[in-house]
């Protein structure tokens, strides 16, 4: 058998059971994002930034001391922040009745 590589692991937990347990991750870190502000006294942080910071958490680990598990989540968090990303284009575009919008996610 085959191990799995970090990015395979990363995909299959945030593709899988995180997803669905903790929401789509735009609006998870759109919930983190505005905790963060009420916490800070700031405004919230929006969700792209707080999948950034999720990622540098991750790094700042992984300085410390090498774990697999820093490099899994440090993938799946670069997977959220691209997922977060394109939840926001979608989201956020405006509305037209006169034409079709062309997604390209």
Do not use: S
Request: glycine share 4%; charged share 30%.
């Amino acid at each position: 058998m085959v191990a799995e590589t970090i990015l395979q692991e990363a995909d299959r937990l945030v593709d899988g059971d995180r997803q669905w347990a903790y929401d789509h991750p735009y609006d998870n870190c759109l919930r983190i994002g505005k905790m963060w502000g009420l916490i800070l006294d700031i405004d919230p942080i929006p969700p792209e930034k707080v999948a950034l910071m999720m990622c540098g958490l991750k790094l700042v680990r992984e300085m410390h001391r090498h774990k697999r598990d820093n490099l899994v989540d440090l993938a799946g968090y670069a997977k959220v922040t691209d997922m977060v990303h394109k939840a926001k284009l979608v989201r956020e575009r405006p509305l037209t009745l006169d034409k079709e919008v062309p997604l390209h996610l």
